[in-house]
């Protein structure tokens, strides 16, 4: 089993920035995807970001050029450095894991952008 817990979420004025943490625990294999999932009020859960744990990279074309994910392995954490947010940016977001056959989700954190 795989924990995940995200963190960072909040109210945020257009234009402004935030920094989302997934920390992961439990049974991690070394070889992975990791990703950021973004489901906004009333809409399905969309991908934001994914990386391996190698360190590529794959964005929605929503986020190319205002958000970057990254994680650092010997702390099994991923992060979503988001910025020019804009107010449909709000939603509650997900941090995902799959390794093998397993897929593992966090409980979500919610980003709000508005005045």
């Known amino acids: 089993q795989v924990q995940l817990v995200e963190s960072g979420g909040g109210l945020v004025q257009p234009g402004g920035s935030l920094r989302l943490s997934c920390a992961a625990s439990?049974?991690?294999?070394?070889?992975?995807?990791m990703g950021w999932y973004h489901q906004a009020p009333g809409k399905q859960r969309q991908m934001v970001a994914l990386?391996?744990?190698?360190?590529?990279?794959t964005y929605a074309d929503s986020v190319k050029g205002r958000h970057t994910i990254s994680r650092d392995n010997a702390k099994n954490t991923m992060y979503l450095q988001m910025s020019s947010l804009k107010p449909e940016d709000t939603g509650v977001y997900f941090c995902?894991?799959?390794?093998?056959?397993?897929?593992?989700w966090g409980q979500g954190t919610q980003v709000t952008v508005s005045l």
């Open positions: 995902h894991l799959a390794q093998k056959t397993q897929q593992y």
């Open positions: 439990g049974s991690i294999f070394s070889i992975n995807v």
């Open positions: 990386i391996s744990n190698g360190g590529s990279t």
